[in-house]
């Protein structure tokens, strides 16, 4: 018998990958008042070992890329290992979440829905630039940050205006990077008919719009801190920002002299910095609270 090409299915699985939109679950961790510790393990396995690799699998397998995607400069070729794979680890994350709870299962059931709409070809949301932006928009971080609130709150916890607030933050940031993961992606992306967000706006236009939802994004931010009457943890947010700001406008700026420099490289450094400082200041938070 053949030998199952499992590191090819590990590889696209891209748990590295997965790991940098743990900032949304921290977030959430650190504004549930009283938060299980169970189901606060519970989630974190769930969303981080089970979904998102899922997800990732599904759409790589889909996708079937020749050239770079995020993280993978050279993906290897996809199989229906990956396929069953990604099905596997998706039906699993709906079982475990039932140990959280049936509503956190059916939000679960309701993001892996939408995931699979995204890359599979009979819908295929990935080719449409606006509707494809809105679903990331939405489900990578209102959805996933109230899934994760009302999963590790006490269940009388009311969903008052302040978490839809920093839902809508997660939202902002999650889709300011969405444009610049796509910006080097073009030729690949043309080949199998989808027209992504990135292509309707050009190199410039990516780096405009992604500008512009990083500054509503921190207004956002801003309001719902000197709501807390704690604008000192905004401080602490802008400071934590500033090498991935420096390198947004740097990047900027040589793309303006140069379009080749809209890289994978450069993408890839991009969402690595902005990540990792993302979670130190949302790691900062929870250990204060």
Known sequence: ??????????????????????????????????????????????????????????????????????????????????????????????????????????????????SKAYSHPSVRIKKYPLLSFLIVFLFQGLFIYYSCYRALAPEDTPTTATVWIAGLVCSCLVGASYPLTQIYQYDEDARRGDRTLSMMLGIRGSFVFSGILFLLGSALLYYYWFSCQLPEYFSIYLICLTPAIVYFLYWFYTCTKNPAKASFGRATAMTLISGLFMLVYFSWLLLLH
């Open 1 to 114: 018998m053949a030998e199952l090409p499992i590191r090819s299915t590990l590889t696209h699985l891209r748990l590295p990958f997965s790991l940098l939109l743990l900032p949304v679950y921290l977030f959430a961790l650190g504004e549930a008042p009283n938060p299980n510790t169970f189901h606060a393990l519970v989630v974190f396995i769930v969303l981080h070992l089970f979904v998102y690799p899922a997800s990732n699998g599904f759409n790589s397998f889909f996708d079937k890329d020749e050239g770079s995607i995020g993280f993978l400069k050279y993906p290897p070729k996809v199989s229906s290992h990956l396929f069953y794979t990604s099905i596997v680890l998706e039906w699993t994350a709906v079982l475990l979440s039932l140990l959280v709870s049936i509503e956190f299962a059916v939000c679960v059931i309701i993001y892996n829905s939408f």
